[in-house]
């Protein structure tokens, strides 16, 4: 039977990123986790999407035109 939720650090090397960006993006809401007792797990559906779809890109910076 294929897992139904993996670690954040699993998700971090399945989507080649660093743990702590899997954290960041958990943050802004763009990769879910569920709890497990004092486990935080990403649900794989959760890192099919983000692999289907990607990672929206949001500019902090403001343009140079509006400078």
Same mark, same amino acid.
């Given at each position: 039977?294929? *897992?139904?939720?993996?670690?954040v &650090? =699993?998700?971090?090397r399945?989507?080649?990123?660093?743990p702590?960006t899997v954290d %960041?993006?958990?943050?802004? %809401?763009?990769i *879910?986790t569920?709890?497990?007792? &004092? *486990?935080?797990?990403?649900?794989m %559906?959760?890192?099919? =999407?983000?692999v289907t &779809?990607?990672?929206?890109? *949001?500019r902090?910076? %403001? /343009?140079? /035109? =509006?400078?």
């Open positions: 039977m294929p *897992r139904q939720a993996v670690s &650090r =699993e998700a971090a399945l989507l080649s990123i660093s702590r %960041k993006y958990v943050a802004l %809401k763009v *879910r569920v709890r497990v007792g &004092r *486990r935080v797990l990403v649900p %559906k959760s890192v099919n =999407e983000v &779809r990607g990672i929206p890109w *949001r902090n910076q %403001k /343009s140079t /035109s =509006e400078q």
